[in-house]
C-alpha cells in the first residue's frame, strides 16, 4: 500500500554543540533567539509555517508549497548544525502501528540494499529502543525485498524518532552552518572592500551570531560602491535577514590625496590601513558597537606582516578581530565558492593596492610615528562627516535611485539584451537578447559590435547597475544602460 502525498513537511533543528554546553540561562537564551531569527524570516514566505522550540531542538513544520525555500534558509541560518526532514505521524500507540507505517513509508529504499533501523526515543513506552529497531527490522525484512539486515555498515540507514506517540521517519539528513543564532554575540562593523578576503571575514563573524555591519571606503567611484553594496546585501540576505544592519560608505579619495602628498611611498599602504581603523572607531563607537573585523591574513599582502599589522593597529583602541589571520589564499577561495560569493570577489575591482609603491614591510615604529604627525586630518575628519549610512535591505532601492545609469523598462527591435546571471537561462525578450554571465562580461563585451544599444539584465538589477557602470567607466561603452521589465 502507497502513502498519501502529505501536505506538510516537518524540519527538527538540531542546535549547534556550543549552545546545549552552555549554562541553563544562556542557553535558554540562545534557543529562544534562534526561535525569534526563524519567525520573522519564516514568516516573509507564509504565516502557516509553524515554529515550535524545546530545550534542544526547534521543529518547523511547512506546507509543501515552501518546502525547497524553507530548506534552503534552515541551512543558512546560524546556530543550526543539523537539518532532518521528516515525516510526522501521531497516534502511533504500539509497536505493530509503527512497523507498519515505517515499512509503508521507507520499503522503497530498501530494495536490492542492505539495511538497519535506527531509533530514538523519548517518552514513556513499554518497550526500549532497542526492541523498537529490532521490530521494525524484523517486520521489514520479512515483508519487504533486499538484501537482509547489516548492522555494521548498511547501505541504507532508516532513522526513526517516537516522542510519546508521535512518530518522526527522518527522510533526508543535512549538514547546518553551525555556528551560534545571530543576535546573541552583540554587533560588529566589518571592513567591507567586496574582495574575497572580506567578504569571507563578514561572513565568519556572521556565522557566529555577530550582527555584522559593513563599513565601505570608496577610492573607486560609483561602480566600486555598487559591487560592494551587492555582495553585502547578498551576505545579510542569505546568512544575516533576521536583524537590521547598516551599511556606510565613506568617500576616501580626498584622503588618498593627502597620502599621496604627505606621507613617503613606503608608508602609504600602512597609512591607508591606520587611517581605515581610525575612521571606523569613530563611526562604530558612534553606533555603541565594541569591535571590528578586517580580512586581513598574516603575509599574504606587504601590509599585512606581524609588524606592519601592529603599526597598523597602533590606530586604535578598539578590538579588531582578524578571523583569516592564519588561512592562505586557497582555503579562503575555497569557502567564497563554498557560500556563492567567488564569483563577486573575483570581479571586485582591488583600489587599495595603487598605493602600494615599493611598499615597506617591516615598518619602523618611530618612522610611522613621525608620517602619522604629516597627514592632516582635518580631511579624515570630513570624510567621517561625509559618510552615508543606510539600512542593508534598502540598497536596491538606493541602487537603482542614485545610479547614473538608465534604466530601461519597454524595449525596442534595435536593441540588444545581455543576460548576465550566472544560470543558464537566458530571458526571453520582444528583442534579441544573448547570454554573457556576469564574470565573463569584462572580455566577452568588447568582442561584441559596438554600433548596437546594449540592455544589462539580472534578476534584481544590482549586478546590472554595477557592470553598466564598470563598461561605462573603463570602456567608455555609452551604449550600455540596464533593463528591468
Known amino acids: 500500500m502507497e502513502t498519501s502525498i502529505p501536505k506538510t513537511q516537518k524540519f527538527i533543528l538540531k542546535l549547534f554543540p556550543e549552545i546545549m554546553v552552555k549554562g541553563s540561562s544562556a542557553k535558554r537564551q540562545m534557543v529562544?533567539?534562534?526561535?525569534?531569527?526563524?519567525?520573522?524570516?519564516?514568516?516573509?514566505?507564509?504565516?502557516?509555517?509553524?515554529?515550535?522550540?524545546?530545550s534542544d531542538k526547534i521543529e518547523v513544520v511547512t506546507p509543501i508549497a515552501f518546502v525547497n525555500e524553507v530548506r534552503q534558509l534552515l541551512l543558512d541560518t546560524p546556530g543550526i548544525e543539523q537539518v532532518l526532514e521528516t515525516l510526522q505521524f501521531d497516534q502511533m500507540n504500539t509497536l505493530d502501528e509503527i512497523k507498519v507505517k515505517v515499512g509503508e513509508v521507507t520499503h522503497h529504499e530498501i530494495k536490492g540494499k542492505t539495511f538497519v533501523i535506527r531509533a530514538k526515543r523519548s517518552g514513556t513506552h513499554d518497550f526500549r529502543s532497542t526492541e523498537l529497531e529490532q521490530t521494525v527490522g524484523g517486520y521489514m525484512l520479512a515483508t519487504y525485498p533486499s538484501n537482509g539486515v547489516d548492522l555494521h555498515n548498511p547501505d541504507v540507514t532508516i532513522r526513526i524518532e517516537l516522542l510519546n506517540n508521535q512518530l518522526n521517519i527522518i527522510t533526508a539528513k543535512h549538514v547546518g552552518l553551525a555556528g551560534f543564532p545571530l543576535g546573541t554575540q552583540g554587533d560588529i562593523l566589518s571592513l567591507m572592500s567586496g574582495g574575497f578576503d572580506s567578504t569571507i571575514a563578514s561572513y565568519l563573524t556572521m556565522k557566529r551570531g555577530i550582527k555584522t555591519h559593513f563599513i565601505f571606503f570608496n577610492l573607486g567611484g560609483a561602480a566600486h560602491e555598487i559591487g560592494v553594496k551587492q555582495v553585502a546585501l547578498y551576505l545579510w540576505s542569505k546568512f544575516g535577514s533576521s536583524h537590521k544592519v547598516k551599511f556606510i560608505s565613506v568617500p576616501f579619495d580626498d584622503v588618498l590625496t593627502e597620502i599621496f602628498a604627505s606621507t613617503h611611498e613606503t608608508y602609504m599602504g600602512v597609512t591607508l590601513k591606520r587611517l581605515m581603523l581610525l575612521a571606523s572607531e569613530k563611526i562604530a563607537k558612534e553606533m555603541a558597537i565594541d569591535a571590528l573585523v578586517t580580512g586581513e591574513s598574516v603575509a599574504q599582502v606587504s601590509s599585512q606582516t606581524l609588524r606592519n599589522l601592529a603599526l597598523i593597529d597602533q590606530a586604535t583602541s578598539m578590538l579588531v578581530l582578524?578571523?583569516?589571520?592564519?588561512?592562505?589564499k586557497p582555503e579562503i577561495m575555497d569557502m567564497a565558492k563554498s557560500i556563492g560569493t567567488k564569483d563577486f570577489a573575483e570581479n571586485m575591482p582591488e583600489y587599495c593596492g595603487v598605493i602600494s609603491k615599493n611598499p615597506i614591510t617591516h615598518g619602523s615604529y618611530k618612522r610611522m610615528e613621525r608620517e602619522a604627525k604629516r597627514f592632516d586630518y582635518a580631511v579624515l575628519d570630513k570624510a567621517i562627516e561625509d559618510a552615508i549610512s543606510i539600512n542593508v535591505d534598502d540598497i536596491l532601492n538606493d541602487v537603482t535611485s542614485n545610479t547614473a545609469i538608465e534604466v530601461v523598462q519597454k524595449l525596442s527591435d534595435d536593441m540588444v539584451v545581455i543576460d548576465i546571471r550566472a544560470e543558464d537561462d537566458c530571458i526571453e525578450t520582444s528583442c534579441k537578447s544573448i547570454k554573457i554571465p556576469f564574470h565573463k562580461l569584462k572580455t566577452e563585451f568588447k568582442k561584441l559590435p559596438q554600433d548596437k544599444e546594449y540592455l544589462l539584465y539580472c534578476e534584481k538589477g544590482i549586478m546590472s547597475q554595477l557592470h553598466a557602470q564598470y563598461l561605462r567607466d573603463s570602456e567608455d561603452a555609452t551604449n550600455v544602460r540596464v533593463y528591468r521589465p
Open 32 to 54: 529562544g533567539q534562534l526561535y525569534n531569527n526563524l519567525l520573522l524570516m519564516l514568516g516573509r514566505f507564509s504565516q502557516e509555517i509553524n515554529v515550535r522550540k524545546f
Open 322 to 328: 582578524r578571523p583569516l589571520a592564519t588561512m592562505n
